[in-house]
C-alpha cells in the first residue's frame, strides 16, 4: 500500500513539473526573442546588410538585428539585449518585416511585440497569410518611442504560413521593431511564469499526500 501510494505521488509530481515547463503543452509551440544571436549594434548603420534569422518554427528576414533593447519600454515582452528590426535608414532593409514559418511548424497563432522606432505615433498592420489567403490582420496606432510606444500584436488563423508586419503610409519613411515572437499562444502566455490555477492544484494535491504518507511513516 505505502509503495502505491508513493507511485501516485511520484506520478503526480511529474505530471505537474511537467505542465510548468514552457513549451510541453504542445509540441508546436515556441517563442522567439533573438537573444540566442550575437548581441547587435545599437544603431542601424552599424550593419552592413539584411539579416535572414532562421529558426525551427520560422524564418525572420527584411530587417537586422539591434543589440539596445534598454531604448525601448521596460515591459516584459522586450527582453535584452536584441530586437528584430527595419528602418528606411538602415543598409538596404525592407519596409516589411516577413515571418515565414517553417511547413512543418503547424501554426494558427502568431503573436509579438511591436515597437515604434520615430518620435511621432505611426499606424502599423501586422498580416497573416494562408499561402496567398490572408487569414488574419491587426492594425495599430502606435506612440512614439519618446512616448514608449508599443503594441501587443496576437494573430490567430487557420494554418498560418507566414506574417508581414509594415508601417502604413510610410511615404517612405519607416522604423520599428519586433521581439518576443511566440507561436501558437499569446505573448502573455509566453512570458507569463505563474503557474496556472489547475497546476497549483494538483502541486497542492501532491503535496498533502506526500504529507500524509510521511504521517503514516513516523506512526508506523
Given at each position: 500500500?505505502?509503495?502505491?501510494?508513493?507511485?501516485?505521488?511520484?506520478?503526480?509530481?511529474?505530471?505537474?513539473?511537467?505542465?510548468?515547463?514552457?513549451?510541453?503543452?504542445?509540441?508546436?509551440?515556441?517563442?522567439?526573442?533573438?537573444?540566442?544571436?550575437?548581441?547587435?549594434?545599437?544603431?542601424?548603420?552599424?550593419?552592413?546588410?539584411?539579416?535572414?534569422?532562421?529558426?525551427?518554427?520560422?524564418?525572420?528576414?527584411?530587417?537586422?538585428?539591434?543589440?539596445?533593447?534598454?531604448?525601448?519600454?521596460a515591459?516584459?515582452?522586450?527582453?535584452?539585449?536584441?530586437?528584430?528590426?527595419?528602418?528606411?535608414?538602415?543598409?538596404?532593409?525592407?519596409?516589411?518585416?516577413?515571418?515565414?514559418?517553417?511547413?512543418?511548424?503547424?501554426?494558427?497563432?502568431?503573436?509579438?511585440?511591436?515597437?515604434?522606432?520615430?518620435?511621432?505615433?505611426?499606424?502599423?498592420?501586422?498580416?497573416?497569410?494562408s499561402?496567398?489567403?490572408?487569414?488574419?490582420?491587426?492594425s495599430?496606432?502606435?506612440?512614439?518611442?519618446?512616448?514608449?510606444?508599443?503594441?501587443?500584436?496576437?494573430?490567430?488563423?487557420?494554418?498560418?504560413?507566414?506574417?508581414?508586419?509594415?508601417?502604413?503610409?510610410?511615404?517612405?519613411?519607416?522604423?520599428?521593431?519586433?521581439?518576443?515572437?511566440?507561436f501558437?499562444?499569446?505573448?502573455?502566455?509566453?512570458?507569463?511564469?505563474?503557474?496556472?490555477?489547475?497546476?497549483?492544484?494538483?502541486?497542492?494535491?501532491?503535496?498533502?499526500?506526500?504529507?500524509?504518507?510521511?504521517?503514516?511513516r513516523?506512526?508506523?
Amino acid at each position: 500500500m505505502k509503495l502505491l501510494a508513493r507511485t501516485i505521488v511520484t506520478s503526480l509530481i511529474a505530471a505537474t513539473a511537467m505542465s510548468l515547463i514552457p513549451g510541453k503543452a504542445s509540441a508546436n509551440v515556441a517563442v522567439v526573442n533573438f537573444d540566442d544571436q550575437p548581441t547587435g549594434p545599437p544603431n542601424y548603420s552599424e550593419v552592413p546588410a539584411p539579416q535572414t534569422l532562421v529558426y525551427a518554427a520560422a524564418t525572420f528576414t527584411g530587417g537586422v538585428v539591434l543589440g539596445d533593447a534598454s531604448a525601448f519600454p521596460a515591459i516584459a515582452y522586450a527582453t535584452a539585449p536584441n530586437v528584430y528590426a527595419t528602418a528606411d535608414f538602415g543598409n538596404g532593409l525592407s519596409q516589411d518585416l516577413t515571418i515565414t514559418v517553417d511547413n512543418a511548424f503547424a501554426t494558427t497563432e502568431v503573436s509579438f511585440a511591436l515597437f515604434n522606432g520615430e518620435t511621432v505615433t505611426r499606424s502599423y498592420e501586422a498580416q497573416a497569410f494562408s499561402g496567398s489567403t490572408m487569414v488574419a490582420s491587426q492594425s495599430l496606432d502606435i506612440a512614439g518611442n519618446g512616448q514608449s510606444g508599443y503594441g501587443l500584436v496576437d494573430l490567430l488563423g487557420p494554418d498560418i504560413t507566414s506574417v508581414v508586419i509594415s508601417q502604413v503610409n510610410n511615404q517612405g519613411n519607416w522604423d520599428f521593431l519586433l521581439d518576443t515572437v511566440a507561436f501558437n499562444e499569446s505573448i502573455q502566455t509566453a512570458v507569463s511564469s505563474v503557474p496556472e490555477p489547475s497546476n497549483m492544484l494538483l502541486i497542492a494535491a501532491s503535496m498533502g499526500l506526500m504529507g500524509v504518507i510521511s504521517r503514516r511513516r513516523q506512526r508506523d
